[in-house]
């Protein structure tokens, strides 16, 4: 690249370059020209081109001034060369400022309408407004403002006219966004990083006298480019804004409209130009506020929620730059401009809310320093009141948006008055209308059927091995009438937090309880606002303060831990009253609408009740350890209700609770007051009239604790089964969840030190290592046969007799034998069971279940003492039967659960009974529902028959292997399998019934192999084992396949490896 060449110093050299050019121009104006002249200005210097700037603008400028059509490319080409010249020089002579930038407003506008853009290019207009803009940054020292006398009105009216056309007609983002710049520059309000003029005050006085009479036509066309369609972008609303406050600004400034008279002198030489110029009176001043006041609302509305952070910074701006230039003559607009300012307190982008809490400190500032008898705080609580008034209607009637721009700036107002709120809400008016808008504005929907169909499980063990929903169920999501945005119920409560962190805490309380006690209607609503008034008079969640009008920094909040544990136990004591506590949550009635929503209102009145409680907890931390005493107990109330909601509500609040009080888990906070826990536990059970909820505390307590608690337990588990015993009608229903939690806490804390298996199976692969003798084979069947027909038994009895008598009769004989004290929770098993027994005749279903699941764990927890589990296994027998066999399908499917439980922990003790009483139902069952299931539909695989089904297969198999039942069993069990094995059952049943012959082949392989090769065989075996024995013909051999074929060759694959290689 060669090195550049110096540019040219000398003005008398530079003449001499640029003179043939500057020559041919003028002669030939063409495209090639210009930019051959354009080439060669590059080559001048700064200085030496001022020198020889109107010489160079001569043949430039003389293009425009050619009558005739032109072409764009040719006019284009001159205004970048003019602008190139302009940025680089001044223009000093006020005829060529004023005759240039007609020319160049020539050349934009229509020829055939002048008041209108011409539809030219997009570059041409582009070089256009460049050079324009360039034209009036090069304007020297006052020459400028020339521009601005009234003689010129005509002719800046109709530019100013042009440029807002072009920003707001036309279709490119640059030539609007050039347009509106040009139009910055204009009204001395541009902010590009060039050298401005900074205008005397005279000066500024006579242009902003100029510009009013463009007032309305720029405030006018601006806030519709403002407010227009939002794929303009966002720099072209931000240039506009910028337009209409500079405009505003100039015309409406305090300082100049006090000297108005003096500013705006009217000539009687301007003869009908003069009646332009506008005399900026009282009473204009007034009418142009009011009309600028309804732009600035829709400004305003639209801008303050805008999507993009710098038309949102922009408006700041304006509000700001208005405020603090214009707040005697837009007296009117002084609410929405602090609005503006509130609003944008809370925005999501630090740099809005930075240069926000700037401009609030300003204007704080200027309100303490002005003579104002309406100071600033004045103004704010009557915007605060005026907001709260309207904000019921506007959260039915507005958009997401629109609502959460609103409560911003709600929340912007508390922010801003920081502990001047106090002094504001003892206005009882004030206070009324607060409060009233956040109950209309936080009513739920309780509508919805699903929240009273939502059932809690009932099963506490689990539900506390799955601690992560705890902590969730503290802020369950909410469904209100009027919103649905979770960004709206987020600023709603940060509301009521710096309400209680700025507020008196004693007053806010005492007003929403009345309103909590007055209405139901606003019971809920007033809970939440109570819980988040707490948290936020503790501090917990509260965003650090910005600015505050009193002071720099905001004082910290005025409630104490005393103040705070008074107002906690009020609100407590409210809150756990019998009237707000005990509400019903689930009915046997639900037809009615009515009824549904009212159950809905208190499901959701105690999930918000239990939030509070965790609330407190978190404002008090280790404080709220003495309120443990009179809280704990009614949570455990609640963590097994049977609504879904309020049980996971309870228990989450358990959870903070425990946290905030130091706990390390909800385990330790029940087992360190377990103790006064279970003394009213025990006192509430010989009152249940009075206190039907106390076995729900002791089954949560059992959930939650561990085998420390039993020794407290014990007395308490007496004394319900004591009020079994006394009267099963009365009180079954209601202790039968208390006999599951007990049993199944039992069976987590002492599992099984050892458990009853059953009998390994012989391995078919050690034996078929062993050296197969046929022979003896063949001698061993024979002596068996005889035997069985009685042939050689006296032998057999002799040799008995020669055996030594056990050595059994030789042990101890120092006294009777004494037997061992069985551990607690054995004994409380065993007692458990033998009520059992009784109950499972019960005729409520729903109890059987229940009683069957306590038996399950029972036999569980007693399987390693076998001593003990028999008697109890032969006295539940009888019971058991009749709900294996004759009752509701649901009972029969626990039942047989329970089956395969002694199945596994008896073994042999069952197996005659199993096998007499059991297996003939469980096998008709299976072939009666065989045809039905192979062909039912998808639909089939929910009923409770498909259940009942596939449970008895997928236990069955594995209970006849425990139990080690005989050949002819087997062979029924079978037989009642065999039809499952048929690829037009569901696939469940198939894989299920696949197991069933799996453990089936570990008992009798030979004959569970000649079964399955009886229904399908591919081959014959071609070759004996042995050559005495004759070729074997099966009865599956040369069958074609069927429905059977597959399982079948699976189990023969997977069973018998070996075998099915001669396949």
Known sequence: ??????????????????????????????????????????????????????????????????????????????????????????????????????????????????????????????????????????????????????????????????????????????????????????????????????????????????????????????????????????????????????????????????????????????????????????????????????????????????????????????????????????????????????????????????????????????????????????????????????????????????????????????????????????????????????????????????????????????????????????????????????????????????????????????????????????????????????????????????????????????????????????????YTSLNNWHLKTVSEETDIDCQDQQLNSNIWQLCIQLEGVACFAQALQRDFRPLLMTVLYPLLEKASDESLLVSQAALGAMTMVGTACGYASLKEMIRDNSDYLLNDVSVNLQRLGQHPQAPRVLTVMLAHSDCSLLPLVGDIVHDVLMALDLSYDQSATLFGSVLLALMKALASWFPPSCCRTSKPPSSRISAELEDFDICQFLLDYQKQKELAEGIGIEADETEDLEVPPPAECEETVDGPDMKAQLPPHLNIAKDVMERCVHLLSDPSLRLRLKVLDVLELCVYVLSEREDELLPMAHRCWPALLQRLTADDPLAVLRAFRVLCMLGETCGDFLRRRVSKEVLPKLSSSLARQAPVSAKAGPVYTHTLAYKLQLAVLQGLGSLCQRLDLGEADLDVVSEACLPYLSCRQPIRLQEACLSVFRHLMQLDPDSFWFTLNQIHCPSSYMSPPHPDLRPLQLGGTGRPRDEYSDNVLKLLREEFASDSDQL
């Open 1 to 574: 690249m060669p090195p550049a060449m110096p540019q040219i110093n000398d003005p008398k050299i530079a003449f001499a370059y640029l003179r043939p050019a500057c020559v041919l121009l003028t002669k030939e104006p063409s495209v090639t020209n210009v930019e051959s002249l354009s080439e060669q200005l590059k080559d001048i210097h700064d200085a030496s081109l001022q020198q020889l700037q109107e010489y160079v603008l001569f043949p430039l400028r003389f293009v425009f001034k050619v009558p005739g059509q032109k072409k764009e490319k040719l006019v284009q080409s001159v205004a970048e060369a003019v602008s190139y010249v302009l940025e680089r020089t001044c223009v000093r002579s006020w005829d060529m400022l004023r005759d240039v930038f007609s020319e160049l407003c020539v050349c934009l506008c229509s020829p055939t309408d002048p008041g209108q853009p011409a539809g030219t290019s997009e570059e041409l207009k582009s070089a256009v407004l460049q050079c324009l803009d360039a034209l009036l940054h090069s304007a020297y020292g006052d020459i400028v403002f020339k521009l601005y006398e009234p003689s010129m009105l005509p002719g800046l009216g109709a530019a100013v006219s042009l440029l807002l056309a072009l920003g707001e007609k036309d279709k490119s983002r640059e030539i609007q966004t050039a347009a509106l710049k040009c139009l910055q520059s204009l009204i001395l309000h541009c902010n590009c990083n060039q050298e401005h003029v900074a205008p005397s005050w005279d000066e500024r006085c006579s242009v902003g006298s100029t510009m009013a009479s463009f007032l309305p036509g720029v405030t006018s066309a601006a806030a519709r480019i403002i407010t227009g369609d939002l794929r303009q972008g966002h720099a072209v609303t931000v240039r506009a804004i910028k337009v209409w406050s500079g405009c505003v600004v100039l015309v409406m400034e305090d300082a100049q409209l006090q000297r108005s008279e003096s500013c705006s002198i009217v000539s009687p030489e301007l003869g009908r130009i003069g009646q332009l110029v506008v005399q900026r009176k009282a009473d204009w001043v007034k009418a142009t506020a009011g009309k600028l006041c309804v732009l600035l609302r829709r400004i305003i509305s639209c801008c303050s929620a805008h999507q993009h952070w710098r038309v949102r910074l922009e408006t700041v701006e304006l509000a700001d730059r208005l405020l603090a230039s214009c707040g005697q003559s837009l007296k009117e607009c002084l609410g929405p401009l602090l609005e503006t300012l509130v609003g944008a307190i809370n925005d999501e982008d630090p740099r809005v809310r930075q240069r926000c809490e700037v401009a609030l400190r300003d204007v704080s500032q200027r309100s303490q320093s002005a003579t104002s008898s309406k100071n600033l705080t004045d103004i704010l609580s009557e915007n605060l009141h005026s907001l709260a008034t309207s904000l019921p209607r506007l959260m039915r009637t507005a958009d997401d948006q629109k609502k959460l721009f609103v409560l911003n700036v709600l929340l912007g107002y508390l922010k801003v008055l920081g502990p001047l709120v106090s002094v504001v809400l003892n206005s009882a008016a004030h206070l009324n209308r607060t409060s009233k808008a956040l109950m209309q504005v936080l009513e739920l929907d309780v509508m919805d059927v699903r929240i009273v169909e939502e059932r809690s499980s009932t099963d506490p063990i689990e539900s506390s091995s799955d601690s992560h929903h705890s902590d969730s169920a503290h802020s369950q999501r909410k469904h209100f009438l009027f919103f649905t945005d979770d960004k709206i119920y987020c600023v709603l409560m940060e509301i009521c937090r710096t309400l209680g962190y700025y507020g008196n805490i004693y007053l806010l309380t005492d007003h929403l309880l009345d309103l909590y006690r007055q209405s139901c209607v606003y019971r809920k609503q007033a809970a939440m606002v109570l819980n988040e008034l707490v948290g936020g008079a503790a501090s917990v969640s509260v965003a650090a303060p910005a600015s505050c009008l009193d002071s720099g920094d905001c004082p910290a909040p005025s409630a104490s831990k005393e103040d705070l544990k008074a107002v906690v136990v009020s609100i407590m004591e409210e």
